[in-house]
């Protein structure tokens, strides 16, 4: 668990933070929403104390981060930014088992390390681990940032807008790379984005900023229904609020049994969202869609009118 208490820091005359107050559960994948200048990168930068605010504190686990030394708080934090900064004249085994080297870990649980890892972010060990970064491509090299700051082990991740810098697909790939391994490793995750779709492609819990403060914290959903200020709604708005809410619904909850469907119905796996069941009836021009389970058996049917339910 990560919780800010009454943190404030300003730069000379300019508030970054102005008591932020916030409370990140652990193992959520916690998303910092917000504005260019809101205080993102300075609230997430007090945790592994490259800020230290001027009043209020920060603990990780219930403990003050100003307690401990910051180069020993940082090798239990793993921290990605936008362009990684990889070591150019290391290779990529290197660059990940940088902090287990500093920790003292022994050659063979490094290599070994460096590899599960590599695994992990399915970049071929044997093909990978030799390269230097400049012979990768940029999601490569993200995916190598990833592996470096999770190699020890770390409580939490701290991602300060680490997709920001690659084109679309890209993005969009490692945004469900980073869900499946939040998702396979419970990891508390914190990442910073001014970028809604990507808040709404990970969180299980955002907190919108503005100037310094937190001006809402809550799951996804609970966001979209009840924006608690108008500039949470303008924010997540953008025209999509109806959207969002399909995406963040499972089709199968609004399915009924179907009976006897028509084989016309365009098909969808049980698992999709209500958004998918959209997409699939606009793409056929049918009014409903058959749910397939994992055996490809019909599972119920979502008709047009069912997603107004979502
Ligand atoms: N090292 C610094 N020196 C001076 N001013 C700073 C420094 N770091 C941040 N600031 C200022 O503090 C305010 C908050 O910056 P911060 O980077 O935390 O915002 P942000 O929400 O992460 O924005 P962005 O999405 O643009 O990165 C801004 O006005 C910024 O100019």
Excluded: C
Excluded at 147 to 164: K, N, T, Y
């Amino acid at each position: 668990m990560i919780r800010f208490e009454g943190v404030s820091k300003a730069f000379g005359a300019t508030p970054a933070l102005d008591g932020l107050d916030l409370t990140v559960p652990e193992a959520a994948f916690a998303v910092l929403l917000g504005g260019s200048g809101a205080g993102k990168s300075t609230a997430l930068r007090t945790i592994n104390r490259l800020v230290e605010p001027d009043a209020g504190r920060v603990l990780l686990r219930e403990r003050d981060v100003a307690s401990e030394p910051a180069p020993a708080l940082r090798r239990r934090i793993g921290y990605v930014i936008q362009g990684i900064g990889l070591f150019p004249h290391w290779t990529v085994a290197r660059n990940i088992g940088a902090v287990p080297r500093l920790l003292g870990w022994p050659a063979a649980r490094i290599a070994a390390r460096v590899d599960e890892l590599l695994a992990l972010l399915r970049l071929d060990p044997d093909a990978y681990r030799d390269r230097l970064p400049a012979q990768l491509s940029g999601g490569q090299a993200q995916r190598v940032g990833v592996a470096r700051a999770l190699a020890a082990d770390p409580d939490i991740l701290l991602m300060d807008e680490p997709f920001g810098a690659l084109d679309a697909v890209t993005r969009q790939a490692l945004q469900q790379e980073m869900a499946r391994l939040h998702a396979a490793t419970g990891k508390t995750i914190l990442l910073v984005t001014h970028d809604v779709e990507e808040a709404f492609a990970l969180a299980t819990r955002i907190a919108v900023m503005a100037d310094g403060r937190l001006l809402q914290e809550g799951p996804p959903r609970e966001l979209l229904d009840a924006p608690a200020d108008p500039r949470v709604r303008d924010l997540l708005d953008g025209g999509a609020i109806g959207m969002r809410r399909l995406a963040l619904s499972q089709a199968a909850t609004l399915a009924s049994p179907g009976g006897e469907a028509p084989p016309s119905l365009p098909r969808i796996p049980r698992t999709a969202t209500a958004r998918d069941a959209l997409e699939a009836m606009l793409a056929a021009r049918a009014e409903a869609v058959l749910l397939l389970d994992e055996s490809g058996a019909p599972a119920g049917v979502v008709a047009l009118r069912d997603l107004l339910r979502a």
